[in-house]
């Protein structure tokens, strides 16, 4: 979201700009030589260990099983770690945190009810896909529906995942890079790539082991930020510590620390009341971590009991990611309140901008530090570039390359083609991410709202096909293209009857599930019936006591978050 600096007194309530007792934000910009030093160290870390894993079993490197699936290598921490590097990223550390400057607490919305869908998708989904053999999205709706179905959505997945994540990623990840070291945006943008590039052809393996190395990095770094914001709130009203830091924010600026907006409230339309509990934020996230290639394909390759343990694992991370991605941003709030970051908030054009928060905050940090977090943000972006591009490249080889234009070609080939595939996409999302509009608005908010033109028709597939075996094709074809033409049509207003663009977009992907799925049961009783059902039995969901304990434990931290924060 950009506001101009006529809006921005709307908004905000100026104070004359100080200084904080021990930093003066003019004079802490750019990295020093200990900060580079730090990087360097975290760049030679990763690079050497994903080199050894690579060689440690490069004799299967030309099976796609091991490529793209790293079948029975991925450990449950390895597993959950993956599964938190790819998430988090510079939508995120970025974007969140902006929305944190913006509207406050609330935004973690996204944060702990991802928390509650991982286990749903754990008990439910996972059982389902790895007892059918299930390797990718496409192959499912292949197995469940008809190849056209499977052919369309594969389709659209990859438009999405290049359009709009990996051109996200990208662009916001360059846009902090490049504010915290000065180095040109777009000579960012191309190291960030290259880097991505470089862990992800070597396959899952190596993106799932780095990855444990990528969140260590990804949650010292972002602790690190998020203790000196808090720090600085206590000093600028002359305390100390983070206790302290952290109940002046929660008693000045109390309309930044709630998790449920009411209805007039401005917030409102981007998280409308208890749809963030009982409505559209469910289909969001379990679209997202059940139905997204992206994310399953890290459990596609292990066994149902180490799968679960991994989503359990990320579970317990995820409700720690506000921590990280949501306060630092409260933090930039309180201490732009008080009269601090007034101009560094600007754009080059002298806009409002608060997607700045984030980069602003490590600005700030002494050398070393800088070089920690700034590590911790590139390692959050090149996790998820490389496992997004993994994604693409899977996708395109498996479900439409290799059924339609090689049929006979080799495993090594096909290895091949997927790192290729893997570069292509990265030079089209470095071309066209600056012409995609992500600077119109919080990068967050636009990834959630492209991504939910689709979400809706997507989880209404996957959800009536595993569990109503009269579910059939015509119904799953509807729901996907017919899905996402209706969503499309709200978003430009051109349905008659209601002005869609005052209804919030979580509850417009409401009203396209029930519409998907009211047609799906229609056309699958008009039309014969196709026998296409699932491998599924009861005993599919019956879980370990361990996993049981850990699960209640992850349900009841987040009715006791909801109900301190309502």
Not at 195 to 207: D, S
Not at 396 to 418: C, H, I, N
Not at 474 to 493: C, E, K, Y
Request: aromatic letters at 14%.
């Amino acid at each position: 979201m950009v506001i101009s600096k006529s809006k921005l007194s709307n908004y905000f309530i100026s104070f004359p700009k100080t200084n904080l007792k021990h930093i003066n934000p003019m004079q802490q910009q750019g990295l020093q030589a200990l900060d580079y030093g730090v990087f360097l160290f975290y760049f030679v870390v990763v690079s050497f260990y994903g080199y050894w894993i690579y060689n440690k079993k490069k004799s299967k490197e030309t099976n796609t099983q091991d490529f793209f699936l790293a079948e029975g290598s991925l450990t449950w921490w390895a597993i959950g770690s993956s599964l938190i590097a790819s998430n988090i990223s510079a939508e995120q550390m970025i974007g969140m945190s902006g929305n944190g400057f913006l509207m406050g607490l609330g935004i973690s919305t996204y944060e702990w009810m991802a928390a509650a869908t991982l286990i749903v998708v754990a008990v439910f989904f996972m059982p389902i896909y790895l007892k059918n053999k299930i390797s990718t999205m496409p192959q499912f709706l292949s197995q469940r529906y008809n190849k056209t179905v499977s052919l369309i959505m594969a389709i659209f997945w990859l438009i999405l995942y290049i359009a709009v994540n990996l051109t996200s990623i990208l662009y916001l990840g360059a846009l902090a890079v490049s504010g915290i070291s000065g180095i040109d945006f777009y000579t960012c943008m191309v190291f960030l790539a290259v880097f991505a590039v470089i862990i992800t052809i070597g396959g899952m393996k190596v993106i799932g082991f780095t990855d444990v190395i990528q969140v260590f990095f990804l949650v010292i770094g972002g602790l690190a930020a998020t203790y000196l914001a808090v720090n600085l709130v206590s000093e600028k009203y002359e305390m100390e510590g983070l206790v302290n830091g952290f109940k002046l924010m929660t008693q000045n600026h109390d309309d930044h620390f709630h998790m449920i907006y009411p209805k007039g409230n401005s917030n409102y339309m981007a998280l409308p009341g208890l749809t963030v509990l009982f409505g559209g934020m469910w289909i969001v996230n379990l679209n997202y971590w059940g139905c997204n290639q992206y994310i399953t394909q890290r459990a596609l390759g292990a066994d149902l009991d180490t799968a679960r343990k991994g989503l359990l694992f990320a579970a317990f991370l995820k409700l720690l990611m506000p921590i990280i991605v949501t306060l630092p941003g409260i933090a930039a709030y309180a201490l732009y309140q008080k009269g601090l970051f007034q101009q560094e908030m600007l754009d080059a054009t002298g806009q409002f901008n608060q997607d700045r928060a984030y980069p602003v905050l490590l600005n700030l940090l002494p050398a070393g530090l800088k070089g920690l977090s700034f590590a911790a943000l590139t390692a959050a972006v090149v996790a998820s570039l490389a496992g997004k591009a993994n994604s693409i490249s899977t996708i395109f080889t498996l479900d439409v390359f290799r059924p339609y234009f090689a049929k006979d070609m080799s495993e090594q080939k096909l290895v091949w083609t997927g790192r290729i595939v893997i570069i292509v996409s990265m030079i089209l999302a470095i071309v066209i991410s600056p012409f995609m509009g992500i600077d119109k608005k919080g990068g967050f908010q636009f990834i959630q709202e492209m991504t939910g033109l689709l979400s809706p028709g997507i989880f209404a597939a996957f959800i009536m096909g595993f569990f109503w075996k009269r579910t059939n094709s015509a119904g799953a074809f509807f729901a996907i293209v017919g899905g996402f033409l209706i969503a499309l049509s709200m978003h430009l207003n051109l349905l008659p009857g209601t002005d869609w663009t005052q209804v919030p977009f979580l509850d417009r992907m409401g009203w396209v599930f029930v519409i998907c799925v009211s047609v799906m049961f229609v056309l699958s009783f008009v039309l014969p019936e196709e026998h296409k059902g699932l491998e599924i039995d009861a005993s599919m969901f019956k879980t370990t006591r361990g996993f049981a304990i850990g699960a209640a434990i992850v349900l009841v931290a987040i009715v006791t978050l909801y109900t301190v924060f309502w």
